[in-house]
């Protein structure tokens, strides 16, 4: 089965409108064994490029997942880096921010998260929640302690937009590879997934009275990630829109738009010098003898 990301990549300075986005992917439906089997190939190309990507040493690469809540993140994350080697990803999840994050600029608790070269960071969430949850909730902006001439709402967004896109381009610059993937899920499919966590005891845990308080606000929600995807996508940073109603293509979707953009690197493994060999050599006589 082919999967093109380019086929979920969102066209720069093009106006999104979610509603036109499929939530699913009838024609990616396939057999347990082939969806597994397809899977595990991903996976298994997706740790060779991972490995020659910590040996290279040349780029780092931030992968940015965003969705509402259920959308599938944790899974997606889970199942697609199942095989790379830990000591070269790193994960972290944002949630609430702390006063001390508070005290800082919006981007500053992510800032001290970024991936070195030769690694894969991921952002289960981001520093686009200050103009995601916080534009749907203006309160959550008053709260930030901001002078009240830096919190107008008529002006604030379209700033955090300029900064988010500004430190995205000058990680670009700097060697820093940007992927960002939006879970779209569909109300409907967050429902009957909610009520999964509350049915299997299981996922009891993954459940909160807040994640149904948000619901109230899906169309406002819809609207600020429209308005934000169309904001701070760019060439060198783009969004792709991943159908998250079936929990199995969107792993498949999300796995070839991290093979993509690693093979993108061009990277080689590094080259011994003429030093380097001789000094190998020398070490296999001593191993011989």
């Known amino acids: 089965?082919?999967?093109?990301?380019?086929?979920?990549?969102?066209?720069?300075?093009?106006?999104?409108?979610?509603?036109?986005?499929?939530?699913?992917?009838?024609?990616?439906?396939m057999s347990d064994d082939e969806y597994r089997d397809l899977l595990k190939k991903h996976v298994a190309e997706l740790s060779s490029l991972q490995q020659l990507h910590y040996a290279s040493?040349?780029?780092?690469?931030?992968?940015?997942?965003?969705g509402m809540d259920g959308a599938g993140k944790d899974g997606a994350i889970r199942h697609v880096m199942s095989g790379v080697n830990p000591?070269?990803?790193?994960?972290f999840s944002f949630k609430q921010p702390s006063a001390e994050e508070l005290d800082h600029d919006f981007l500053w608790r992510s800032t001290c998260r970024l991936p070195e070269r030769g690694r894969i960071g991921i952002f289960n969430r981001s520093y686009y929640e200050d103009v995601l949850v916080v534009r749907v909730h203006p309160e959550l902006l008053r709260s930030q302690g901001l002078p009240e001439e830096l919190r107008d709402e008529k002006t604030v967004w379209e700033g955090r937009y300029r900064s988010i896109v500004d430190m995205e381009k000058h990680l670009h610059r700097n060697g820093t590879r940007i992927v960002k993937i939006f879970l779209h899920l569909s109300?409907?499919?967050?429902?009957?997934?909610?009520?999964?966590?509350?049915?299997?005891?299981?996922?009891?845990w993954k459940f909160s009275l807040a994640d149904i308080h948000e619901r109230k606000y899906w169309k406002q929600y819809?609207?600020?990630y429209e308005e934000c995807l169309r904001a701070t996508n760019t060439p060198h940073a783009p969004w792709y829109v991943v159908p998250a109603d079936g929990k199995e293509s969107a792993r498949?979707?999300?796995?070839?738009?991290?093979?993509?953009?690693?093979?993108?690197?061009?990277?080689?493994w590094p080259r011994a010098t003429p030093k380097r060999r001789a000094e190998l050599q020398s070490i296999r006589k001593h191993l011989a003898a």
């Open 1 to 29: 089965m082919k999967i093109d990301s380019k086929d979920f990549r969102v066209r720069p300075g093009k106006k999104v409108k979610l509603s036109k986005w499929p939530t699913s992917m009838d024609h990616l439906v």
């Open 222 to 224: 819809m609207q600020v």
């Open 187 to 204: 109300q409907k499919e967050q429902r009957k997934r909610f009520l999964a966590r509350i049915d299997e005891p299981d996922k009891n």
């Open 252 to 268: 498949l979707i999300v796995s070839r738009i991290v093979l993509d953009a690693l093979e993108e690197l061009k990277m080689a």
């Open 87 to 91: 000591e070269g990803c790193e994960v």
């Open 57 to 66: 040493h040349r780029y780092a690469l931030l992968l940015i997942f965003q």
